[in-house]
């Protein structure tokens, strides 16, 4: 299959956002996973440089206490408007 744009997309988002978040706690990680999506409507996203990025992650359960983890992804190449990604990160329990 060969996927063919017509024409550049020329309105891009700088930041993606992350939806639809998915818990799986096992006895030692949380395995999480999100679809990524560009930030602003309307715009595309694209990241070419295949390098990976800090990324935080902060866990807060119903009682108000908070842990967060430092880790880091490979953000996707290309996210059509509109369109999402997904990211599975697993992250060390405690």
Do not use: C, Q
């Not at 967060?68 to 997904?86: E, M, N, V």
């Amino acid at each position: 299959m060969l996927w063919v744009r017509s024409e550049a997309e020329t309105k891009l988002a700088e930041k993606l956002s992350a939806t639809r978040p998915l818990w799986k706690i096992d006895p030692d990680s949380i395995v999480l996973k999100l679809s990524l999506k560009p930030a602003e409507n309307g715009k595309g996203w694209r990241y070419l440089t295949p390098d990976l990025k800090p990324l935080s992650v902060t866990i807060t359960s119903k009682d108000g206490t908070s842990v967060s983890h430092a880790t880091s992804f490979r953000p996707p190449p290309y996210i059509p408007s509109g369109d999402t990604a997904d990211l599975k990160l697993v992250l060390p329990r405690g």
